[in-house]
């Protein structure tokens, strides 16, 4: 096997992750760089609103909102969460003077993550080893003989099918970090 699964479904994943990571560097850089510091600590309200309106594929996925075509809700999902955890990032920047400010921030980064893994890696995980199988079948290898040369990466997609159980508890805990910062925000500004 020339491509391996990690190759052709992690990699994508990681590189969406890292160019998240590295515009949320040149964001913090160009505001401070510019005097505009100032904007990044008014970026957590747009951001928390578009991943608060990301959840609208939840919604759809759950037929409370019944119109429009689910895989839409899913891109729309995933653009303003992308959208909105760069807003947040920026509006976090640097400044580790908040506990309950960086909770949220790790639970929401842990929360993209998983959104990712399951995005991007799972789906064609499991697709591009259903087509290895045939392939090996066809070519005359024994079931035998494909599940052991699948095995690494029958257990890579075993592993990845678990993306929920760490997506929602983490949104969860993401959400209630979030609320509390607000409103500590809210008793606390000045």
Request: a positive charge.
């Amino acid at each position: 096997m020339k491509h391996s699964l990690f190759f052709k479904n992690v990699q994508p994943f990681l590189l969406k992750f890292i160019l998240l990571i590295l515009m949320t560097l040149i964001t913090d850089f160009m505001l401070h760089g510019s005097g505009l510091l100032w904007i990044g600590r008014y970026l957590g309200i747009p951001g928390t609103f578009l991943i608060a309106i990301s959840f609208a594929y939840s919604a759809r996925k759950k037929k409370i909102i019944t119109h429009g075509p689910p895989a839409l809700f899913l891109r729309l999902h995933e653009y303003l969460a992308w959208t909105g955890a760069l807003m947040v990032l920026v509006h976090g920047g640097i400044h580790f003077n908040a506990l309950l400010a960086w909770a949220a921030l790790t639970a929401m980064l842990v929360a993209v993550i998983s959104g990712l893994a399951g995005k991007y890696l799972l789906k064609e995980s499991r697709e591009t080893l259903a087509a290895k199988k045939d392939l090996l079948l066809k070519n005359g290898m024994k079931a035998e003989e494909v599940e052991k040369e699948l095995f690494p990466e029958s257990l890579t997609v075993k592993g990845m099918t678990k993306w929920r159980t760490v997506h929602r508890p983490i949104t969860i805990v993401f959400a209630i970090f979030t609320c509390i910062h607000i409103v500590t925000i809210i008793f606390l500004w000045r």
